[in-house]
């Protein structure tokens, strides 16, 4: 399906969800950057390739990777 083929509701959908997806990977990477590596289960190196599966990855870290 081209893009031309899809609903002005369709494409502000895929619009948003862009960029929801865009605003938690940016505030998971800037979250990782600022902490140091005694507040992360995990290392850096594991949770920067993370952050970066889709919706899946940023939110995985902040539920888990973060200690509180």
Known sequence: M????LTPGERRSI???GAVQLVLLG???NDIRRR????????RWLW???V????VGPI????????R
């Open 2 to 5: 081209d893009w031309s083929e």
């Open 15 to 17: 619009v948003a969800a």
């Open 27 to 29: 505030t998971a990477l």
């Open 36 to 43: 140091s590596p005694a507040e992360l289960r995990g290392g």
């Open 48 to 50: 920067v390739p993370a």
């Open 52 to 55: 970066f599966v889709n919706f």
């Open 60 to 67: 995985a870290y902040f539920l888990i990777g973060r200690r």
